[in-house]
Every structure is written in C-alpha cells, then in structure tokens.
C-alpha cells in the first residue's frame, strides 16, 4: 500500500520563477493537504483540499495556490518565488470529516524541498 | 489562537539513557494533542495522539506521553533510548477550522544520542 508520494524531491529556481509541486495522497484518502516548513521551524498549514475546492487556508499571500484532481491528487503552485519561499514543502493526506482526528491521523509525504536562488 | 511550545532546541542524550521532551499548547477548548517525529530526509511519522480519557498515551517504539491539562503540557518520554531515535521530534495540537482542520505545531526537538 503505496503511502504519501510527492515529487519532485528537490528543485531549485529563481526568484519571481513560479513552480509547482506534486501530492499523491494515501489510498482511500480524499483530503489533501499542504504545509510549508522552513530551515528550523515546524511544519506551517498552508491550505487543504476536499472535493477537488479548498475548504480551508492558512496565513499564506495568493501566490499560493492549488488544486485537487478528481483522483484526489493534488498540486501547489507557488508564483513569484521570493528568497522566503525556500523550504520543505509537506503534502498529508487523510480522510474526511470535520475533525480527522476522530477518523485517524494524518499521513505525510517526504516532502518537496524547494531552493529559491 | 492556537500555539505549541518546545522549549528545547537540541537534546542530547545517551543511549540506553531516559529521555524527556517538553511540550505547551495553548488552545481553548479541549486539545487534540500530537507527536511526530522526523529523520533526517523523511517526512513526518506519527509517534502517538491523545484525543481523550487515559492521560497516559502510548505510542509506537516504546514511547509515551502525558497530557497534564493544569499545566498545557504534554511531554514526551523514552525510559530507554536508542540510537536510532536520534531525529527531530514535533509536538502539535490540533485545530478545528470552519471548513477544514490542521495542525499546529511547535518548532521541534532535535535529538542527539551519544553512545
């Protein structure tokens, strides 16, 4: 049973490039979502996807974006790429329900480690 | 608004020695509360959870913690650590939103063993 597999593994661009990063979330999973972790720090919650909209976003500009496939695959997109934007970006998947704790934990890829130049 | 504190940067400890990681939530009403851990090029990997009842919680690789409501705390502890648990560890608390949830967590424990 494949778990959470994100890609690519490491990227490096430049600023005001865009990039974007790929989820394929757990089997039998249909919520995805994205976190952001930089040099030192935790994890940060960017947004989540449920029925292919976002239903819930974190403290992050617009130039943060994504979307959820039919499949239950996910993309983030990222426009504009500053210096900050350099950091592990997380794809977890989990399944639905208001509270996903009460329906099990939430799966994590290894991650898309992006390096802004 | 929900917070996560782990006054520990870096840890050292040796091996075959007892291992306690602090952690403080702040959240106002009843936490769900969350350990990962995560290794050097690894994603993250739940540890253990607390959601409620038994304050004692076990995890896998003969962890376990405690959530002390009185004191927002929720320490992680190893009576005998390994040097294969050498790796960053993440305390969260877990947080309902209006359409969604996610986790919050706090900025991590590196852990050393020295053999």
């Known amino acids: 049973d494949a778990g959470v597999t994100q890609s690519p593994t490491h990227l490096i661009k430049t600023r005001g490039q865009q990039v974007t990063l790929r989820c394929s979330p757990k089997s039998g999973h249909d919520t995805v979502s994205w976190y952001q972790q930089a040099l030192g720090q935790g994890p940060q919650f960017i947004f989540q996807y449920y029925e292919e909209e976002e239903r819930q976003r974190g403290n992050f500009p617009d130039r943060f974006s994504g979307h959820q496939f039919p499949n239950y695959s996910s993309e983030l997109n990222v426009n504009a790429l500053l210096l900050g934007d350099s950091a592990l970006y997380l794809c977890?998947?989990?399944?639905?329900?208001?509270?996903?704790?009460?329906?099990?934990?939430?799966?994590f890829g290894e991650g898309s480690r992006l390096t802004v130049l | 608004a929900q917070s996560v504190t782990q006054p520990d940067i870096h840890i050292t400890v040796s091996e075959g020695a007892s291992l306690e990681l602090r952690c403080n939530y702040s959240y106002g009403a009843t936490p769900y509360l969350f350990w990962y851990v995560q290794s050097p090029g690894q994603g993250l990997q739940l540890l253990l959870k607390y959601f409620s009842g038994d304050t004692l919680v076990q995890g896998i690789k003969g962890f376990e913690a405690e959530f002390k409501r009185s004191q927002s705390s929720f320490n992680l502890r190893k009576p005998s650590v390994h040097w294969s648990d050498a790796a960053e560890y993440f305390c969260a608390v877990g947080a309902i939103m209006e359409y969604g949830n996610k986790l919050v967590f706090g900025a991590g424990t590196i852990l050393r063993v020295k053999s």
């Open positions: 977890a998947s989990s399944s639905p329900g208001l509270a996903l704790w009460d329906t099990g934990e939430l799966f």
